[in-house]
């Protein structure tokens, strides 16, 4: 039976979860990838043409937050020794505080 052995837990505002999801966009032509706010699309043109995929819609975000947050709970407690991680940051600096969390050694028990 496998187990997991490292959980890390994102600790991440609401209003930035919205903001970050529900103003993601894709291109049909180039399959180009833009976000309204960080990475815009260079052109009008572009910008007309740009869907939102239905999962990134703000009802099916805020289902899906609120699902998180009602099984968060349970699953701290489940997972007591988990790392939680300010996922308010630019990804890298979170990308880098779950990678050191993952390359560095567990503590060894009954010591």
């Not at 919205?18 to 815009?40: A, N, S």
């Not at 009008?44 to 740009?50: G, P, S």
Request: net charge positive.
């Amino acid at each position: 039976m496998l187990c997991a052995r490292r959980v890390f837990f994102l600790n991440v505002p609401f209003d930035s979860i919205m903001e970050r999801l529900t103003l993601r966009r894709v291109d049909p032509v180039t399959g180009e990838r833009y976000h309204l706010m960080y990475k815009p699309p260079p052109t009008m043109e572009i910008q007309a043409r740009l869907l939102q995929h239905p999962k990134d819609s703000e009802e099916r975000v805020k289902f899906k937050v609120d699902l998180y947050y009602r099984n968060s709970a349970e699953l701290g407690h489940f997972y007591r020794w988990a790392t939680t991680i300010n996922g308010d940051q630019d990804p890298y600096t979170v990308f880098e505080y779950i990678e050191s969390g993952i390359i560095n050694p567990l503590p060894k028990k009954g010591l």
